[in-house]
């Protein structure tokens, strides 16, 4: 910037400075040096090359109009001079640099926001932020300006762009720097991984999930043991081919996020196993019904397809669901219905396959197809037993009774009656009254003879036997006098 400041051209001048004193700089009648950076145009201007602020100031020209009576004129004049802030020094601190150069901080944290600039004369400064798809907001209060603030546990909310815009007043001239501030976090879930089948069915796909940070973090698929790097993405899916698969093969993720670099991520791990399947071996069904099979897979990492076919002859023809087949799948369960079951047509091996990227298994279930029972038959021959039952028993009470009742008409020399304990109670009052008639004493004729019986139904012990001993002596007394009649008779 060269300034020119105007003089007479047809008078003597001479230029000086005063900073703070009169600083002599030319003269029209003093011819300059070619390095000088002042200089006069056409002796009416004062050219200044190189403007630096030092060179602002008061400027006085002296014009001589006589030299013999010393008359002249003074003009003053003020410079000023100004440097734009074009060197704006922005920190903004603690931060971290992403791979592709954009700052983050981390959530929670205490950030300091600072701008200065060497621009003449001090320029002022003034903060904006503005958060994603909203206007810019200002960090000065009441309109004053502020070049220095710090954001205390500095939350998602606050990410966005932050501008420092530096204006000199004197030049009215304005410069502005634009960062832009990313709030990160880690994940705060735990890791997650699991083995599936990806889709076309040939290919085994691992997955690691680790939910609820910013930004996504990178995983490391790795195969255990061994440490075998298998891949390193922030995706965390893996695929692997079926022939690169044994049963009982252990994988390994480890996750990790860009705000603890140097710790150790969190890890888990996914075993891949083929199926076990667990099924009755032998079902029934009667002509003309219906059957469920059932076969339930365990154990299978991936999960597992579940399948039915006839037999074995055709282990290729898959049973599809159909007017006479119903096919249902809940969780490891399946279930195979067969409608109107037909003892040409249905009866025999059933297979349930069971099948991953690991392993194929399968299990028959035998199906017999019989003919209903006759129900009213067997209820008929139930009946018929019941009445039959129902009748031995009557008889045999019938006829214990009428046992009970007459035996006494016997005619051996002796006859004692004894109560039966299991008579049924029913009878209790018909005993009762027999006791009763047996207690009195009976007589029974022998050869003439009148015994008298003592008969015991549910008496005590001594009458009994005071019973037995009497007819004892009276068939003694009655031998006697058979064999003294029989002595007596002449020969």
Not at 101 to 106: A, E, K
């Amino acid at each position: 910037w060269n300034p020119l400041l105007p003089l007479n051209s047809s008078s003597n001048t001479t230029l000086y400075m005063k900073t703070p004193e009169a600083t002599f700089l030319l003269s029209s009648n003093i011819t300059l040096r070619p390095e000088s950076r002042y200089s006069l145009v056409n002796a009416t201007s004062l050219h200044i090359t190189g403007l630096v602020p030092q060179d602002a100031g008061n400027y006085t020209c002296w014009e001589v109009l006589n030299k013999t009576l010393g008359d002249h004129l003074e003009h003053r004049i003020q410079l000023l001079v100004a440097s734009d802030p074009n060197q704006i020094n922005v920190n903004i601190s603690p931060t971290g640099i992403h791979p592709n150069g954009s700052l983050f901080v981390v959530r929670g944290s205490q950030v300091t926001f600072n701008c200065s600039s060497s621009s003449h004369p001090p320029h002022t400064v003034e903060w904006f932020f503005q958060p994603p798809g909203a206007s810019n907001e200002s960090f000065g209060p009441n309109n004053e300006t502020v070049s220095y603030f710090v954001l205390h546990n500095i939350s998602p909310t606050y990410q966005g762009n932050y501008t420092c815009v530096a204006k000199n007043m004197l030049s009215k001239r304005v410069h502005r720097v634009t960062s832009e501030i990313l709030v990160y976090y880690p994940p705060q879930s735990a890791l997650q991984c699991r083995a599936e089948t990806a889709p076309g069915g040939f290919m085994l796909q691992l997955i690691c999930q680790w939910s609820g940070g910013y930004p996504d973090p990178v995983f490391l698929w790795t195969e255990e043991p061994g440490g075998l790097i298998l891949g390193n993405s922030s995706l965390g899916v893996e695929k692997l081919n079926q022939s690169q698969l044994s049963d009982g093969q252990k994988f390994k993720c480890v996750g990790n996020h860009i705000v603890e670099p140097g710790m150790m991520g969190a890890s888990c791990t996914v075993q891949i196993t083929g199926p076990m399947l667990h099924s009755e071996p032998m079902k029934t069904c009667f002509l003309g019904g219906n059957v469920t099979l059932s076969c339930e897979v365990s154990g299978a990492n991936p999960p597992a397809k579940i399948s039915w076919l006839r037999n074995l002859t055709q282990p290729g023809e898959e049973i599809l669901p159909s007017s006479r087949y119903l096919i249902t799948h809940e969780g490891p369960v399946s279930t195979l219905t067969i409608l109107n079951c037909s003892q040409g047509v249905d009866e025999g091996y059933y297979v349930c396959r069971a099948e991953n990227l690991v392993r194929t298994r399968e299990l028959d279930i035998w199906l017999t197809v019989k003919k209903p029972l006759n129900i009213g038959g067997i209820v008929g021959a139930l009946v018929i037993l019941l009445l039959l039952v129902m009748g031995i028993i009557s008889g045999s009470v019938l006829y214990y009774i009428f046992h009970l009742g007459f035996r006494g008409q016997d005619t051996g020399d002796v006859m004692v009656l004894v109560d039966s304990q299991d008579e049924e109670e029913e009878d209790a009052e018909e005993e009762e009254e027999e006791r009763e008639e047996d207690d009195s004493p009976k007589e029974i004729t022998r050869h003439g003879h009148v015994h008298r019986v003592t008969a015991l139904v549910n008496g005590d012990v001594e009458r009994m036997g005071n019973g037995l001993q009497a007819l004892q002596d009276d068939s003694r007394e009655t031998e006697s006098d058979i064999f003294q009649e029989e002595c007596d008779r002449p020969v």
